[in-house]
């Protein structure tokens, strides 16, 4: 499995400067602040600096500390405590603590060529989605539990 920490850069999209001229006029910013109060989805396509000359494209969800993030292969959900990163084609699962989206804040100028599009402001709902449940999992799954390490 990749790196947890070079798949988890595919988030943080968030905290990059943004190129597309729709999600200019929305703003990053304006992105953040209804992220506290309002579920916010979006398509995203970037490249990160760790992992050139790789194109990450994908979908992101946040909404308040959680976030939801696919592309590269990838999976990642965070409930704003734990972060589970999941790779269904190599069936395996990091388990961490996590930070919320304050994380996300973190790598912010390893993220190039940012892109946003399709951003969808919503009410909150249930945040089942920011959960992955490794339970339901079988026996060929690797699970790596690194919480509290």
Do not use: H
């Not at 943080?12 to 703003?27: H, R, S, Y």
């Not at 760790?50 to 992101?60: A, C, K």
């Not at 930070?99 to 940012?114: F, H, W």
């Amino acid at each position: 499995m990749k790196s947890p920490l070079a798949i988890a850069l595919m988030l943080f999209c968030l905290a990059a400067p943004v190129t597309d001229n729709a999600a200019q006029e929305a703003g990053i910013d304006e992105i953040l602040t209804r992220a506290e109060t309002q579920r916010v989805t979006m398509n995203y396509a970037c490249s990160i600096s760790e992992l050139s000359p790789v194109r990450i494209r994908g979908r992101l969800v946040v909404q308040g500390d959680c976030y939801y993030a696919e592309g590269y292969g990838m999976r990642i959900y965070c409930n704003g405590g734990t972060r589970w990163t999941v790779d269904p084609d190599n069936r395996e699962v990091y388990v961490e603590d996590a930070r919320g989206i304050a994380e996300v804040l973190l790598y912010r100028d390893s993220v190039t060529n940012l892109k946003l599009s399709d951003i969808e402001y919503s009410e909150p709902s249930d945040p089942a989605v920011f959960r992955f449940d490794v339970s339901a999992l079988d026996s060929t799954w690797v699970i790596t539990d690194l919480r509290g390490l």
